[in-house]
């Protein structure tokens, strides 16, 4: 956004912090970090605007959204300072967040796993649970498509499973994508969106491959 890449990101140095790393682009096609450059925000904690073992993030509207995954919440920054926490009990460990139709929508680490938001942090719907489907289920990371489809990575397995938003079931899968690779079969697969043609990139934890499916 405005140039700048934003990386959630777990800093080791003599204490642990969880920060987020703002860089600016240079010439569209490099990434450049400098002292002059970066900024760094957040630490480690449990107090408001803090952050343990942060995962997730987006940007939309000038507003910056953090899982802040081991404290149960999402954080929300605007020009680097915390303006709102979005918590509730349905939040387990979220895994990933993404704005869509004026919703924050946020990937749970189990059931329901897809929590509705709006803007304001009042939540509107729960759905997607294990119940009817598959209890073993471990999601990754989300994306929406453009008719509000959630596309999510399986960590144990090479699969892409696809619900139907439109159907508030306890399980509206509509489909199962299974990522092979030649002789090999991708595993783990994490991060997934989807290019302006609609076709879906995946990146997976497995020689460093990322497929395109078609």
């Given amino acids: 956004h405005n140039n700048s890449l934003y990386i959630s990101a777990k800093c080791r140095n003599i204490v642990t912090q969880d920060v987020i ?10 990434c450049k970090q400098t002292n002059q450059d970066t900024n760094i925000f957040g630490k480690y904690g449990w107090l408001e605007g803090e952050m343990y073992t942060p995962t ?23 020009n680097y300072y915390i303006i709102r926490t979005i918590t509730h009990t349905f939040l387990y460990l979220p895994l990933d967040v993404k704005i869509h139709e004026k919703s924050i929508f946020v990937l749970n680490s189990k059931s329901p796993y897809v929590l509705e938001f709006d803007l304001t942090g009042i939540l509107h719907n729960a759905f997607i649970s294990d119940y009817g489907w598959d209890t073993n289920f471990m999601p990754s990371f989300f994306c929406i498509d453009s008719t509000g489809r959630f596309l999510i990575t399986d960590k144990r397995e090479p699969y892409i499973y696809v619900f139907n938003k439109l159907v508030y079931a306890k399980h509206a899968l509509e489909t199962r994508l299974e990522l092979e690779h030649g002789e090999d079969r991708l595993v783990e697969p994490r991060g997934v969106c989807l290019d302006r043609e609609g076709r879906v990139i995946v990146v997976c934890n497995y020689k460093d491959a990322m497929l395109q499916i078609f």
């Fill in 56 to 78: 997730g993030i987006t940007f939309s509207e000038s507003y910056l959204y953090v899982c802040d995954s081991n404290n149960n919440r999402i954080n929300v920054y605007s």
């Fill in 21 to 30: 790393l703002s860089f600016s682009l240079q010439n569209n096609s490099q």
